[in-house]
């Protein structure tokens, strides 16, 4: 079992930086891949970032180069480093958790097993 928490949400103008913070308990994260997904209202929960447990990454086009995911297993936590934020970044952004280490399948919402409560990303124009 993986327990998250998500933090660091929040309202930002286009342009600008946030962090994400996702808080893991439970014995398996070291050995879990990591990710962060999003769901903009009236959409589909995307993919934006995944790390595995030996730090290979994947990201979703609409964020690369502008967003980096990393882990620290010392303190059981994963980030999303957000820059150049746009308006269509806005969502509700949630951590999840996967003992799925093919980084092909982790754009699929259904290889991820254990999610946080989510936290909103607001970019105003």
């Known amino acids: 079992q993986v327990q998250l928490v998500e933090s660091g949400g929040g309202l930002v103008q286009a342009g600008g930086s946030l962090r994400l913070s996702c808080a893991a308990s439970?014995?398996?994260?070291?050995?879990?891949?990591m990710g962060w997904f999003r769901q903009a209202p009236g959409k589909e929960r995307e993919f934006v970032a995944g790390i595995s447990w030996s730090y290979n990454t994947a990201y979703a086009d609409s964020v690369k180069g502008r967003f980096t995911i990393y882990r620290d297993n010392a303190a059981n936590k994963v980030y999303l480093q957000m820059n150049s934020l746009k308006p269509e970044d806005t969502a509700v952004y949630f951590c999840?958790?996967?003992?799925?280490?093919?980084?092909?399948?982790?754009?699929?919402?259904?290889?991820?097993?254990?999610w946080g409560q989510g936290t909103q990303v607001s970019v105003s124009s």
């Open positions: 439970g014995r398996t994260f070291r050995r879990s891949a």
């Open positions: 999840a958790a996967t003992i799925q280490n093919d980084t092909n399948r982790w754009f699929s919402r259904y290889e991820w097993h254990y």
